[in-house]
């Protein structure tokens, strides 16, 4: 699913505590930097490249 990053996403994602970054996901190995399904993360790697077009992964499960 991809949404643009706006003022809006960003003051929920804010207010919400929101949580959809690999960095936040179980899956993520933060030795490897990497997918443990390997999955491509950079749209929506915390530390990743930020576009406007924001990507959630539908495997996200939080830790
Ligand atoms: S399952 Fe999706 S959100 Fe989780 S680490 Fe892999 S790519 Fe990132």
Redesign the pocket.
Known sequence: MKLVLGEEFRAEEARYDLRWN?ED?T??DPEGVR?A?G?P?AT?QRAGKRTEDLTF?K??EAR
Do not use: A, N, P, V
């Open positions: 690999c996901c899956r993520f997918c399904h999955y993360i929506h992964c495997e996200f």
